[in-house]
């Protein structure tokens, strides 16, 4: 009847429970029907909800009524109150507790949820944030990973805020991953200046049940710390959602591409190189050098992220396309991680003078220090060390760029000749050949003096050719010694036909910038030829086996005058050794006289000490042999007081004593005693030989005659009858004694 009221009375822990009437009817469910009731007569005040009963209804003994009605929930967390319920008017029935749900009884997924007027605020039992990249500029990864202590209903949201400094601007369909496709529609709304991104559930996530909302933006260019990164929800429970209030994000701590804490979300660091040297193993022309790069990045590489290394500016330097890479990390071989067109150890080379390459896919170069060798040809010809630059991309995307550094140590004995492609030219810096003897048919000393612009290694080759006109044999021995010592192996290879000896560099090898000197022995040849055309070559034994060989190079001897023939050091220029005048004279044409002659000679060239000078064709001579002849010489002592003498060959042996210098002229005299018979004058011949040191080489003969005004009678061994009387009478005029006589 319209007099009866049905109270709900709690006591004061149900304070702060706001009635809220979603409509203009409670519903009342019974086990048979559903009755809805006008609420005009609703009251609810003092923890208190009243109504009455309106006068069509009537509520049946026996018959179990629900009523339901909607509150807002206090904003702060407390226990089930007491409720209790009473109905007063006509018939009215005393207070009465009602009978609170089971305590295990969830709600939203609360233990006890169901209890009236239980209310918790919700918490983010799992609330953890990390990111893929912390690279300036890079495409990052954000990962929240959220477990909620109560059910999440389809259209609850989450914002994950905080993420401030990113690159990308505001998006309301940022696209968005979720675990199970949680988040309705795959996207989300992002703002950029505070760093927020806010999802709707398309389907409710229970309580307890993780999802993971992974999107991604843009690092800022520069680099910046971590932020504090916050999440909040808003649950989804009708006219007045419930909220889950902001708290502050658990960062991953992890290491993420070798940064320290680089998984915290929006710490950004800029990719460098901390260390990027480069140094090499040859300093040669058209060699084959190592070329060793040290790097070191403050980030990790991956092949995941599609890193590229390149290093650009190696000028003149060759290769082929595809270059094998040699890579260190802590001493330990790890060339798989590079690779070019997948294959792992290898790199590409570009005409320009570039290597490039990438780190594999599902491989990491640490930060720690990795050192790579390659190799290449060198430039033709010498050049400085360019500037030489690495640079480390994503993708596209430059990260850093560096100029190399270089190592500054010499190589090869070549000032920084370990930066990189500084090179210097193959041949010799400095290379003459001289000869000791240029008199034909003579044993001759070249010396070659052979300095490097660099330090040559023991087993290098030097190759001198052009040493033509010798009859010297080839031989694979032939005996040379070395200054200093060991510079050279004792034995080189000579062949005859191309005068070419071939000399391996000894144990010691060559010290740059020192000069090294060779000597070897050759015959030279029986006539006159002029100087060939030398030239050499050096053969670098290389690191790893391989050599370098330079172009042939023209040498020459010093131009001097040897022995009294001009530019004489030149190797192999030989002459013929013989006089410029040579003349013979006799003193008495007389049967029976002794006849002084007098030879005077002019050598071509020098006559050293020990040369021989023969005379030979004055026979007819009564002298008889001796070994003691007594020589006059003007001047004095060039040719020693003794002569050789034979008769029958009218042949006198004379040797130089103290040397006669070239164009120099000699008188020498000597006696023999004429035949007593007449005879015509003889064919006079001087011939002999050359020292020089150890060598002798032969005089050109030469016919000596006697050019004096009394030619015929000076004639050499031209012998005739004394002069005599046929008749020969003498007598006297007057024999008195100191008287004037006349002899007739």
């Excluded at 009817?25 to 006008?38: A, L, R």
């Excluded at 491989?363 to 050049?383: A, C, D, L, R, W």
């Excluded at 003897?437 to 001759?444: D, H, L, V």
């Excluded at 050279?488 to 090294?516: C, F, I, P, T, Y």
Aim: aromatic content about 4%; charged content about 20%; overall charge neutral.
């Amino acid at each position: 009847s319209c007099d009866h009221s049905l109270s709900i009375n709690g006591n004061a822990t149900i304070f702060g429970a706001e009635v809220t009437l979603k409509s203009s009817f409670f519903s009342w469910f019974s086990s048979q029907e559903t009755i809805e009731i006008q609420t005009s007569a609703a009251v609810c005040c003092n923890e208190s909800l009243s109504f009455m009963v309106l006068p069509d209804q009537v509520m049946e003994a026996g018959k179990t009524y629900t009523l339901s009605f909607n509150l807002t929930n206090p904003p702060a967390p407390q226990p089930p109150p007491a409720i209790s319920i009473e109905v007063t008017g006509d018939v009215s029935i005393p207070k009465t507790l009602v009978a609170s749900a089971p305590a295990g009884a969830k709600a939203m997924g609360v233990e006890g949820g169901q209890q009236a007027l239980r209310v918790v605020e919700p918490r983010w039992v799992r609330k953890e944030i990390g990111q893929s990249s912390p690279l300036a500029g890079a495409v990052n990864t954000i990962s929240a990973t959220l477990q909620a202590e109560c059910d999440l209903p389809a259209g609850s949201e989450i914002r994950v805020g905080g993420l401030k400094g990113s690159e990308t601007a505001d998006d309301a369909g940022l696209k968005v991953e979720s675990t199970g496709g949680a988040v309705a529609g795959g996207t989300g709304a992002w703002r950029q200046g505070g760093g927020e991104l806010t999802v709707r559930l398309g389907k409710a996530v229970a309580a307890g049940e993780v999802v993971e909302v992974r999107f991604a933006v843009r690092n800022p260019a520069k680099e910046q710390a971590a932020g504090a990164a916050w999440v909040e929800g808003v649950v989804e429970s009708g006219d007045a959602d419930g909220a889950i209030p902001r708290t502050a994000m658990d960062l991953s701590t992890g290491t993420v591409n070798g940064v320290q804490n680089g998984a915290q979300p929006m710490h950004v660091v800029e990719a460098g190189l901390s260390v990027a040297m480069a140094g090499q193993s040859v300093p040669l022309a058209s060699a084959s050098n190592t070329i060793t790069l040290t790097m070191q990045t403050n980030v990790e590489l991956s092949g995941a992220m599609k890193h590229r290394v390149s290093v650009s500016g190696l000028s003149g330097a060759s290769a082929k396309g595809i270059v094998s890479l040699k890579v260190l990390t802590d001493d330990l071989d790890d060339a798989e991680v590079v690779c070019w067109k997948k294959k792992a150890g290898q790199a590409g080379w570009r005409e320009k003078g570039a290597l490039v390459f990438d780190i594999c896919g599902g491989k990491v170069m640490s930060t720690g220090e990795h050192v790579i060798s390659f190799k290449v040809t060198n430039p033709s010809q010498p050049q400085g060390a360019p500037s030489v630059w690495m640079e480390v991309k994503e993708g596209n995307r430059s990260l850093t760029r560096k100029e190399v550094g270089r190592a500054g140590t010499s190589r090869l004995g070549v000032d920084r000749g370990g930066d990189v492609l500084k090179v210097v030219g193959l041949g010799l810096r400095a290379g003459t050949v001289s000869q000791s003897n240029p008199f034909a048919s003579g044993m001759s000393t070249l010396t070659a003096r052979l300095t490097a612009g660099f330090d040559v290694p023991a087993g290098s080759e030097v190759l001198i050719k052009g040493l033509t006109g010798s009859p010297t044999p080839s031989t694979t021995s032939l005996n040379t010694v070395s200054v200093p010592t060991g510079a050279w192996q004792k034995r080189g290879q000579w062949k005859q036909e191309s005068g070419q000896l071939r000399l391996v560099v000894g144990d010691s090898g060559l010290a740059a910038g020192v000069e090294h000197q060779v000597h070897f022995d050759l015959e030279n040849p029986a006539d006159a030829q002029a100087a060939p055309a030398v030239s050499v070559s050096l053969v670098v034994a290389l690191p790893g086996g391989s050599t370098a060989a330079s172009e042939w190079a023209a040498v020459s001897g010093p131009s001097q005058t040897l022995h009294g023939v001009p530019n004489g050091t030149a190797p192999l220029l030989v002459v013929v050794p013989g006089w410029n005048q040579t003349s013979i004279c006799q003193s008495d044409p007389f049967t029976g006289a002794a006849n002084k002659m007098k030879l005077r000679l002019q050598s071509r060239y020098d006559m050293g000490a020990g040369s021989s000078i023969t005379v030979e064709g004055l026979k007819g001579s009564q002298t008889a042999e001796t070994k003691k002849m007594a020589v006059r010489c003007e001047p004095e002592g060039a040719i020693g007081g003794r002569g050789e003498w034979e008769q029958k060959a009218g042949r006198l042996r004379l040797e130089v004593a103290k040397g006669v210098s070239a164009g120099q002229v000699c008188e020498v005299e000597f006696e023999v005693m004429n035949p007593e018979k007449t005879q015509t004058a003889v064919r006079v011949q001087v011939l002999g030989s050359m020292t020089l040191g150890q060598h002798t080489s032969r005089l050109a003969t030469s016919l000596a005659t006697c050019t004096a005004v009394e030619a015929a009678a000076a004639q050499p061994m031209r012998v005739v009858e004394r002069p005599k009387f046929t008749r020969a009478v003498v007598g006297q005029a007057n024999p008195l004694a100191s008287a004037s006589n006349t002899i007739t």
